[in-house]
């Protein structure tokens, strides 16, 4: 059934539904084949995706929850020509860690976008009800988790470089999250 399903992918049709057929093809991949096997099936159909379909495609590898992903978003990053939060999200669902997190912000944009939307999802502890639900029912947290002050340093060192509303939003979301 999964060849079925890939033959019914059809990878030059541009619509809403295409994403929606390469999300259950990929949810039954997750389903049926290994780890090992579904990253590099999925990974491989992504990497040869259009632009306009690579942000919505990479929400399928959330399911893997596998610091594989991680590795992956840095071979990609130079092809990430919008780091919208489902790239966050994605690092958050994917082990992320404070020592990833702490080398993508300081290697900038698009990889330091990522890192800051994955610490803001990795230091909620309370209300997540602004989050999708994948996300709350994940509860993803910061893998070797620093004490917040290394943490509130390097991301006010950050916003002192790129000072855009989003970068401090993030920042501003991080502290209050670290604080309370």
Do not use: H
């Not at 890939?6 to 049926?32: A, S």
């Not at 491989?44 to 495609?57: A, D, V």
């Amino acid at each position: 059934t999964l060849q079925a399903m890939l033959q019914k992918l059809d990878l030059n049709m541009y619509d809403f539904e295409k994403v929606d057929r390469f999300i259950e093809y990929g949810l039954e991949v997750c389903k049926t084949k290994s780890s090992d096997e579904a990253f590099r099936i999925l990974t491989g159909i992504i990497e040869k995706t259009e632009e306009q379909y690579f942000n919505e495609y990479i929400s399928v590898l959330n399911y893997l929850q596998s610091a594989k992903v991680l590795d992956w978003i840095e071979q990609q990053s130079e092809k990430v020509k919008n780091a919208s939060s489902s790239w966050g999200q994605l690092a958050a669902s994917s082990k992320f860690d404070w020592k990833r997190a702490e080398k993508w912000i300081n290697s900038g944009r698009p990889l330091s976008l990522i890192a800051l939307d994955a610490l803001k999802l990795c230091t909620t502890t309370n209300e997540r009800l602004n989050q999708s639900p994948w996300t709350r029912e994940l509860n993803p947290s910061l893998n070797d988790m620093p004490r917040s002050e290394k943490i509130a340093e390097l991301i006010i060192k950050y916003q002192s470089e790129d000072n855009v509303p989003r970068v401090k939003n993030a920042v501003n979301t991080i502290i209050k999250n670290l604080y309370e």
